[in-house]
């Protein structure tokens, strides 16, 4: 049975001037001192110089139509489809900021469907 390890699914989303300011200091906030940072997300650079903000599954909720993220704010999700399959593990909110923007994406495991508990 071929089953793939995670999956990451790009989210159309709208953010508001309050939450960028928000998110922006808290990239400030990370490079004065990592410590700072709230239980369940972490911080990182990438190697283009963009920053990366995980927020683990303990710091995030998918509402329908939202998500949010414990501490910082909601972003509004565009579209009508689920963030994620039912039954997924393991998901990780991941924001990267871009000259163009923030983008959004989740990270998760799908569920394991066995062919013998079909029946």
């Known amino acids: 049975m071929n089953h793939a ?13 309050e939450l960028s300011k928000v998110l ?12 700072s940072i709230p239980k369940g997300l972490s911080c990182s650079e990438s190697h283009a110089g963009q920053f990366v903000l995980v927020a ?18 909601a972003i509004e999700l565009l579209g ?6 039912a039954g997924a593990k ?9 000259v163009d923007g923030w983008r959004f994406s989740v ?5 394991i469907v066995r062919e013998r508990n079909l029946k």
């Open 90 to 98: 393991s998901k990780s909110l991941i924001l990267k900021a871009s």
């Open 56 to 73: 683990a599954e303990s710091a995030f909720v998918t509402l329908p139509g939202a998500c949010v993220i414990k501490g910082i704010g």
């Open 5 to 17: 390890k995670s999956r990451e699914v790009t989210l159309a989303a709208k953010i508001t001037d």
């Open 80 to 85: 009508d489809e689920p963030a994620f399959e």
């Open 24 to 35: 922006d200091a808290l990239r400030f906030a990370w490079k004065q001192a990592p410590s």
């Open 107 to 111: 990270k998760y495991v799908p569920p």
